[in-house]
């Protein structure tokens, strides 16, 4: 919409805004309902006006547009799921323990370790997973067969798990996310219905209004006609030519033509009320809206066939429960996918750097005790370090050094194997999703029938309202060509009063039931218009 549209808006929101205050200070002068009725202010609108106030005013919309934002957000969500996840973690422990083997080399190992490490893992979009890993430690013990102390340990590890049956493919694995997009489709046509029915509602209710102003104004008229033959029959009674029960009989007409004007007004103080409802004015609020729109009384032409082609095609409804036929496509190929075994393929490749201080470099031997020979001891000497200038010896860069110069790599690679017995749950979970399949299928069908059906009723129905118009049109012309006769004859003496009066309230009728049948066949163009889906054109709205 255009900003010159909601800056008249809002000066029409505030202009209604001080008729209340216009209308709750003379309440409290006036007590009584005429008083009231005379003091409101008018709030002129015309149809864009109300319809687009409609809009602004509107919870229901509001809630549906917040839907829509909610929406939204689950395609970030799902895209995350393919996000890298980095990871860090560093940690710090020290033990004690009792040894019962020589080997362990100390009756009491005291380990002090710490140990600093950080990866990066992510899922990919072909389902399988792929990890990278670089870990590193620093180890102090007192265990004499360590051959360098403290020493210092980095690994750098790659690893990869591939699906290639079950949950391999994009197809697979990026099921959520086609459904989070498809729903935002199909929240966003909601959103377009919602509007379209605002529109209509609002569009509906408004000649509603302006039925019921226009029966004022044929009753205000009928009240004046009546008071002036009051008069010019109170004449003839004092002239003697009508009899005296003429001015009761007129007197009677004039209060049922103020009984008709009341009802006339209340229903549409009515219809204004369902209208200030709809636009959402402030509590309290009474202005006297006044419709300055007349409806329409041309002809519409309607080619049936091209307005179901442009229903089909504009319709929000279609576009939506297609969307929701492609879910549940995308849940079938799931469901498919999972009766499939389990079979993954792995693999990893790692480097790996060791280097630490000698625990004696002088004399890199150690003594073990392996037995007795009668009362002697045992023992063997173990050459632990043979080269003080050994690779390992160093810090801990030395160890990175040693990592990254490749000496030391490890990799691994396998398969295995998985499937459940008889895999009933997947069984029952693909027969489900071809049944919804097939449901779904059936209701983009059932509305594409439905549609149809709507366009090529409310198209006869433009045809047969308009026929009424006509119809109740030449009613009321020959209803004001009796009353005018009527009356002529009333004045020569040669009609009584109660032809006169007769003759208007058939008058009366005939213009009532004219402007009815104007009203219904706008209402009929507005239901119309919503089934081939141009209320949004219409109104020039862009979601």
């Known amino acids: 919409m255009r900003m010159w549209r909601f800056l008249r808006l809002r000066v029409l929101l505030l202009a209604g805004a001080a008729v209340v ?47 829509a934002r909610i929406v939204a957000t689950e395609i970030s969500s799902e895209r995350s799921a393919f996000h890298p996840v980095l990871s860090l973690e560093s940690s710090e422990s020290k033990s004690k323990n009792l040894t019962g083997s020589a080997l362990a080399g100390a009756t009491e190992i005291e380990t002090e370790t710490t140990t600093w490490s950080s990866g990066i893992r992510a899922k990919l979009l072909s389902g399988g997973t792929a990890s990278l890993d670089f870990t590193n430690s620093r180890l102090d013990s007192n265990s004499q067969f360590l051959t360098i102390n403290p020493q210092y340990q980095s690994t750098l590890a790659l690893s990869l798990t591939q699906p290639l049956l079950r949950g391999f493919g994009p197809t697979v694995n990026t099921w959520r996310l086609r459904v989070a997009e498809n729903n935002v489709g199909i929240s966003r046509y909601q959103l377009q219905a919602r509007v379209a029915a605002i529109l209509a509602e609002a569009e509906s209710v408004y000649w509603d209004l302006a039925r019921t102003h226009r029966d004022v104004e044929i009753k205000e008229q009928a009240l004046d006609l009546t008071r002036q033959l ?147 001891s045992v023992n063997a000497t173990v050459d632990i370090f043979p080269s003080a200038t050994s690779q390992a010896v160093g810090d801990y860069g030395t160890a990175l050094n040693n990592l990254i110069s490749g000496d030391f790599p490890t990799w691994k690679v396998g398969m295995n194997l998985t499937f459940p017995l008889g895999n009933v749950a997947a069984k029952s979970q693909l027969e489900k999703a071809e049944l919804e399949m097939q449901r779904a299928e059936i209701a983009v069908k059932n509305v594409e029938h439905v549609i149809t059906l709507e366009v090529e009723r409310l198209g006869r129905q433009v045809e047969s309202s308009y026929k009424a118009i006509e119809v109740t049109r030449a009613f009321r012309e020959q209803a004001l060509k009796r009353v005018e006769m009527t009356r002529d004859q ?27 049948a104007v009203v219904d066949y706008n209402k009929v163009l507005v239901q119309f218009d919503r089934a081939t889906g141009s209320m949004l054109e219409k109104y020039r709205v862009d979601l």
């Open 21 to 67: 205050g216009v209308v709750s200070a003379s309440t409290a002068s006036a007590g009584a309902e005429g008083q009231l009725g005379a003091s409101r202010e008018a709030l002129p609108l015309t149809r864009d006006d109300v319809a687009y106030l409609a809009l602004l005013g509107s919870r229901d919309l509001k809630v549906d547009r917040l839907s």
């Open 230 to 376: 009051a008069r010019r029959t109170e004449e003839l009674v004092s002239e003697g030519i009508l009899p005296e029960t003429a001015r009761l009989q007129s007197k009677s007409s004039v209060l049922q033509r103020q009984a008709d004007l009341t009802i006339a007004q209340n229903a549409e103080r009515d219809a204004a009320r369902r209208l200030q409802d709809m636009l959402n004015l402030a509590p309290g609020s009474d202005p006297l809206i006044v419709p300055l729109d007349q409806p329409r009384v041309e002809p519409t032409a309607v080619d049936l066939s091209q307005a179901v082609k442009d229903a089909l095609a504009r319709r929000p409804e279609l576009p939506q429960v297609k969307l929701d036929l492609k879910n549940k496509d995308v849940l079938l190929g799931v469901a498919r996918n999972q009766i499939l075994p389990q079979l993954n393929l792995f693999g990893s490749y790692g480097l790996s750097g060791l280097a630490g201080e000698p625990v004696n470099a002088a004399n890199p031997t150690v003594t073990i005790p392996i037995g007795r020979r009668g009362l002697a």
């Open 490 to 516: 009333f004045e020569l003496g040669l009609a009584s009063l109660s032809a006169v009066v007769e003759a208007q309230r058939d008058l009366i009728t005939a213009e009532q039931e004219e402007w009815k």
